[in-house]
């Protein structure tokens, strides 16, 4: 397994959350795009250059409990290089996970035991905090396109927006966690609506489903300020919300090292 | 009279606190029940642990940390180490010696940790009692002289050294440490280690050296050698063929002993369900590979933390599964290659709470009299409630 060649279509996910963005400037969607194209826009726009925000994670279980957390996240070269602050609740304050190289490198800094730990790319699969996102789908990336072969299917309306629908199939040689993937994506501000994953070993089986709503211009760059992953297997769902989100910062380059974990 | 001295402390620092407003204050109480069944009686031993956390950052680039800890214990808090040793090793020691042997957990109030950080873009130095973590290890750390894991519980919180240590970082991927840790204000004789890491791809690797004082005690006779010992070390962490690798190594010069190594080498893989599995090997060369061979020094230097293990070679497994998002499952195992007895750990986590984190581990010995992890040792657990603030 090449692990610099792993992606994940659920890196949209987060995409979407940081900085799953459209420039106000984008040129306006044409009807003759193909499926390649649309990605690429997508790709092109959903990782702004610099991100710093504040976020909230809700994990509800199948029996209804539910956990909180709040964090700041960092973003820098369009996502390549991501970090990650709790600030709340107290037993995770201050944990910290860095990501470089579109998430291909993660390292976890835990206060209590001031111990920095450098995780292998495997590790990307295990939920963060128990939520339905993986630290692969916490990690910015633009390689889904690579891993994925594209096809635009007939436009359909989403959360009443007109929609183009992609259709996203696993190379033979990836390794992508996900068999196939659906998009919808607004026509207009070019932020995808809905993202249907299906299961790495069952293409018709609907593994999860991330919605994105709540989409605010900010700093020129439309925004979705809430989206939802739901775990279609387990019945549970994590929503996560931009509780404060700009992307004219200008984040040094030590931020987003062990020093800058530990800061 | 060391208690009211941490209390007036205490008192100062929180008084300081509410007063400036520009101090955190956080911590946790962690109340935990051990239950051991030993020699055909049930045991059991509470203790209350309240932890409180003091941080500071007003003063620009720098960092203010204290934390205290009180710990009350209840039930059985009286042990002696011999009656869990093998009845050859208990005849070699004369009754009249046996209250030396005995281990009391009593209340405790003591200052754990307290610096002072300050830190700018490429350099960091702090100053103070700090937790020093080294090495790359899950279940050992031979490259971390400070402090001793156990296996049982090997990511539990380890205490604070008194240090003074600088960071820098001349590149992203590029640090250098320095550590200086007194002891007595015996230049000489304080430990100073330096540390180069670096990163190269998908892998971090450092590389240390150390010269500190090590003390062997002669537990029959409780005299204390001291010398010189000088390490040279490092470690390595990547991955390989799509698995999490790593490994850690020191070799011991020592001025008057035999010189020595101890390594450990392990590897993790997340299957696409989530179950988490790791595997770990450690050899320790200062540790005898014979069951028979042990003597009392072998274990009390264990149980002092003056060597890392009892036996020479060990395998340390763990297996991990979320089974809700609240709840994990587990269990990790401690194997003994040299003298074939083993520790099975079985590990439950689950978040009641936001900030309420509840934790069963059993160890359920199965070796046989006299080895490293032998079934009279005594099999039980604890469970372990940790409540945030």
């Known amino acids: 397994m090449t692990h610099h060649t792993k992606c994940n279509l659920s890196v949209l996910s987060f995409s979407i959350l940081l900085a799953a963005t459209l420039p106000f400037t984008q040129p306006n969607a044409q009807e003759g795009m193909t499926a390649d194209e649309i990605l690429e826009t997508l790709t092109e726009t959903m990782n702004p250059e610099q991100s710093h925000g504040i976020m909230t994670m809700t994990i509800v279980t199948s029996s209804g409990q539910e956990r909180t957390f709040k964090y700041e996240t960092f973003s820098k070269a369009k996502g390549e290089k991501s970090l990650m602050k709790y600030l709340e609740p107290q037993r995770v304050k201050g944990q910290t996970i860095l990501m470089l190289n579109d998430a291909n490198d993660i390292w976890t800094y835990f206060p209590r035991t001031k111990r920095v730990r450098k995780l292998a790319t495997h590790a990307k699969k295990q939920k963060v905090e128990g939520s339905d996102f993986s630290y692969e789908d916490m990690g910015a990336s633009n390689a889904f396109i690579e891993e994925y072969d594209a096809v635009r299917l007939k436009d359909e309306n989403k959360e009443g927006r007109p929609c183009y629908k992609i259709e996203l199939t696993r190379k033979p040689k990836s390794n992508a966690s996900y068999s196939r993937a659906m998009l919808w994506v607004d026509k207009e501000k070019f932020v995808p609506l809905v993202v249907d994953y299906y299961h790495e070993d069952d293409p018709q089986l609907k593994e999860k489903q991330l919605a994105c709503k709540d989409i605010q211009l900010i700093d020129s760059i439309y925004t979705p300020m809430q989206c939802t992953m739901y775990n279609k297997l387990d019945n549970t769902y994590t929503s996560m919300n931009i509780v404060e989100i700009t992307y004219q910062v200008d984040l040094p380059d030590d931020l987003f090292t062990e020093m800058g974990m530990q800061k | ?389």
């Open chain 2, 1 to 389: 009279m060391r208690n009211r001295i941490v209390l007036i402390i205490t008192a100062v620092l929180l008084g300081t606190t509410a007063h400036a407003q520009k101090v955190d204050i956080f911590g946790y109480f962690e109340p935990q029940y051990n239950g051991i069944y030993f020699d055909g009686e049930y045991f059991q031993l509470q203790s209350n642990k309240l932890r409180i956390d003091l941080k500071s950052t007003s003063i620009a680039n720098t960092e203010f940390g204290a934390d205290v800890i009180f710990v009350l214990y209840h039930g059985k808090t009286d042990w002696n180490v011999l009656d869990f040793l093998s009845e050859s090793i208990r005849s070699t020691i004369p009754e009249e010696m046996r209250p030396f042997y005995e281990i009391a957990f009593s209340d405790t109030l003591y200052l754990d940790n307290v610096y002072a950080r300050f830190a700018l873009n490429h350099f960091a130095v702090t100053a103070g009692k700090q937790q020093i973590s080294l090495g790359t290890g899950y279940f050992a750390n031979p490259t971390d002289i400070f402090n001793a894991k156990d296996a049982l519980d090997p990511t539990y919180e380890q205490p604070g050294h008194n240090a003074l240590r600088a960071d820098f970082q001349p590149s992203p991927r590029l640090n250098f440490m320095a550590l200086y840790s007194p002891v007595e204000f015996d230049l000489e004789n304080s430990g100073k280690l330096i540390r180069a890491k670096l990163g190269l791809g998908h892998f971090d690797l450092s590389l240390l050296g150390c010269e500190t004082q090590y003390t062997t005690t002669d537990f029959y006779t409780f005299e204390q050698l001291q010398e010189r010992r000088r390490i040279l070390g490092g470690d390595i962490v990547g991955e390989l063929l799509g698995m999490g690798i790593w490994a850690e190594g020191i070799y011991n010069f020592f001025e008057n002993s035999e010189n020595g190594y101890e390594f450990l080498v392990g590897t993790d893989y997340t299957f696409e369900s989530g179950l988490y599995s790791m595997l770990e090997y450690h050899h320790n060369s200062a540790a005898k590979s014979d069951a028979e061979e042990y003597d009392l020094n072998d274990w009390m230097r264990f149980l002092s933390g003056e060597t890392k293990t009892v036996s020479s070679a060990q395998v340390y497994g763990l297996i991990q599964y979320p089974l809700t998002d609240m709840l994990i499952v587990g269990s990790s195992f401690v194997l003994s290659v040299s003298d074939k007895s083993a520790a099975i750990i079985p590990i439950v986590q689950y978040s009641l709470f936001q900030n309420i984190e509840l934790t069963l581990v059993g160890n359920i010995y199965v070796g046989e009299q006299g080895t490293a992890y032998s079934n009279s040792l005594g099999n039980g657990g604890f469970l372990r409630a940790s409540i945030y603030f």
